[in-house]
């Protein structure tokens, strides 16, 4: 599964999701989180450590303004529309 994870980040440069203020990393992790990786899987996918992960998860929250924590992440991602 590790090797398929790493083929999503690299594919990921192509996708385009409908808001621009998230960096290239941060939209790499949205693509795994989309697609149900867990914290763990992405760290070691992309080679940095877990907490990193958690961190840039926290930045993505709030870059999209889903300060309440009772709007999961993995969710919000599913519904947002992308653009090859």
Same mark, same amino acid.
């Given at each position: 599964?590790?090797n *398929?994870?790493?083929?999503l980040a690299e594919?990921s440069?192509?996708v @385009?999701y409908?808001f621009?203020n998230?960096?290239?990393?941060e939209q790499?992790?949205c $693509?795994?989180v989309? *697609?149900g990786? &867990?914290?763990?899987? %992405?760290? #070691?996918?992309?080679?940095i450590?877990?907490? &990193?992960v958690l961190k840039?998860r #926290?930045? %993505?929250?709030?870059?999209?303004?889903? $300060? %309440?924590?009772s709007? *999961?992440l993995? &969710? @919000?991602?599913?519904g947002?529309? $992308?653009?090859?």
């Open positions: 599964m590790l *398929n994870l790493k083929e594919v440069g192509s @385009h409908s621009s998230l960096s290239p990393r790499e992790i $693509t795994l989309k *697609n990786a &867990t914290s763990k899987e %992405i760290a #070691e996918a992309l080679g450590a877990p907490v &990193t840039q #926290e930045i %993505i929250r709030k870059k999209l303004g889903l $300060t %309440i924590k709007v *999961n993995v &969710t @919000h991602l599913r947002l529309q $992308t653009v090859d």
